[in-house]
């Protein structure tokens, strides 16, 4: 069966965006002195000189700078190009450079891409592992440069290249080991893979942390998804009262302690902390906000009248609360391609796609992105197989089946939904009788492990099957089905309803070919 896609207890782990990107946003302005000199807001003063004083001093000065802040525009462009046209005058290395600028403008370094479909096209990674080619070879001029290694790390966990991506971002975090931008970007990474501890670490241990509004709100998330207590919970609470930070730079911070204090039972703070974030939220807070809302129904809250850029987690959200299933995978689609490397976008898709619209191809395309930057993720691998076989492919889903080692899969759900789904891929390619064998084994450890859950959803799922091949659904199975509380879960309800009307119909075609036979 598909891996169910847990709600579970989101937190405000920082996003990893592109530095350029992150600039746009307003993400790394200058509160106090939380910046270390590295990261410009933008390249203005530079812009200004070489627009009143065009020289090659000037264009130098430019290029380096935006090679420095990884930002390519057409200014730099023409400031680059001013270089070649005046060769003479020049450098070598500022030839050079010019060249470097206007070979990654040319070649678009950062494909433009809409769909999922166009994502698909690019699965042998071409134009990703063009840039990364081009920003490798910026590093001979810039080899101190922490944002190239930064983000030739976040281009790495796009195409699922763990070990490059690692080595590269410690790169980075060892030239700037306070710098905003590189610890969020560190610690999100890691978190990407696994290595929680050290993304809490890096940020827990970090003279800029106490300081900085961004860097508070993810240690306290991180600290939370640890089952810890963040020992800067006063110093961010203080931040929120002081009043010397914008709306939006706190609205993180207010959003995680907010968080933390529902968590700790302290709902009439935790509701002042979420109104504050909502002031001015960025995309990672009013996610957060809309995520807490649909359980504690705090506000009347509609995502859309926030101007909020890249807002696309909150929409999904949004989407997938009110049953729209089709408007949910639409948003989950923006919000992988603006974070190709994210799992949850995709099995918020599949399970919309797969379980409520029974629309498998679409459900396929997403568990194969995500496949993309996340090779051997048992839940998206199993997933694919799921909708694979409901798709009666099960060639293709045994294929993936097999690339897992079901009794080393530590994580219970996953591993029952793995037995599950093993038993569907049987019962669509003629053996029922293993099939069934293999359902009623992750019904039993369902059971051992007390996840009433999924031994339902099993259930469910073995009883549809054998209504499939119009076996003689047993009594047991059936008062089973009919025992199961249909309001205590939303799938578990739509599940139930569609296997009893099968059940319906299954009877009504005997009695009718009972009669018929007379």
Not at 303 to 316: C, G, H, M, Q, S
Not at 386 to 395: D, R, V
Not at 405 to 428: E, F, H, K, M, Q
Request: glycine residues 4%; neutral net charge.
């Amino acid at each position: 069966m598909s891996t169910i896609f847990e709600n579970k207890q989101r937190r405000v782990i920082p996003n990893f965006r592109s530095l350029k990107k992150t600039v746009e946003l307003g993400e790394l302005d200058a509160n106090k002195n939380v910046l270390d000199p590295f990261v410009k807001d933008d390249l203005e003063s530079y812009y200004k000189d070489f627009s009143e004083d065009k020289s090659i001093g000037t264009a130098g000065d430019l290029i380096s700078a935006a090679i420095v802040n990884n930002i390519f525009n057409p200014i730099v462009s023409d400031a680059a190009q001013f270089i070649l046209n005046n060769k003479k005058e020049s450098s070598s290395v500022q030839i050079q450079i010019a060249e470097k600028i206007l070979d990654i403008g040319d070649n678009k370094i950062r494909p433009n891409i809409e769909t999922i479909d166009e994502l698909l096209e690019l699965s042998n990674r071409p134009l990703i592992h063009n840039r990364i080619r081009k920003i490798k070879s910026l590093g001979k001029y810039f080899d101190h440069n922490p944002f190239l290694y930064c983000e030739l790390s976040r281009l790495y966990s796009i195409i699922g290249q763990k070990e490059s991506a690692i080595k590269n971002i410690k790169v980075a975090i060892g030239l700037a080991p306070n710098n905003r931008y590189i610890l969020r970007s560190y610690a999100r990474l890691m978190s990407h893979f696994g290595y929680i501890d050290s993304a809490h670490d890096i940020l827990r241990k970090n003279i800029a942390t106490k300081h900085d509004p961004w860097l508070l709100a993810s240690e306290i998330a991180f600290a939370s998804l640890r089952d810890k207590t963040s020992n800067f919970i006063k110093a961010g609470n203080e931040i929120i009262a002081s009043n010397n930070f914008s709306p939006f730079s706190i609205s993180e911070l207010a959003s995680s302690i907010g968080s933390v204090e529902l968590t700790n039972g302290r709902r009439k703070r935790s509701k002042q902390l979420l109104e504050s974030a909502l002031i001015q939220p960025n995309d990672n807070s009013l996610a957060q906000v809309e995520w807490i809302n649909n359980k504690e129904e705090f506000f009347d809250l509609d995502i859309k009248r926030f101007n909020v850029e890249l807002n696309y987690e909150a929409l999904t959200l949004e989407s997938y609360n009110a049953k729209d299933w089709k408007k949910a995978i639409e948003n989950a689609e923006k919000w992988f391609i603006d974070m190709p490397f994210a799992k949850r976008p995709i099995m918020y898709a599949h399970h919309a796609a797969s379980f409520f619209l029974q629309d498998y191809d679409t459900a396929i395309k997403f568990c194969k992105v995500g496949l993309i930057s996340n090779p051997n993720d048992p839940q998206i691998i199993n997933n694919i197989a799921f909708s694979l076989a409901m798709n009666n492919e099960t060639t293709q889903a045994f294929e993936y089946l097999n690339k897992i080692n079901i009794s080393t899969v530590n994580d219970d759900p996953t591993r029952i939904c793995l037995l599950a789904t093993s038993g569907l891929a049987y019962y669509r390619s003629g053996f029922p009788e293993l099939g069934k064998r293999l359902y009623i084994q992750a019904m039993e450890y369902a059971n051992k492990k007390k996840l009433p859950y999924y031994y339902y959803m099993a259930l469910l799922n073995l009883a549809r099957e054998e209504i499939s091949i119009k076996s003689d659904i047993s009594q047991n199975l059936y008062e089973q089905v009919l025992k199961i509380n249909e309001e205590s879960d939303e799938d578990l309800k739509f599940l139930k309803y569609q296997v009893k009307n099968r059940i319906l119909q299954l009877d009504e075609q005997r009695l009718l070919g009972h009669k018929q036979h007379r």
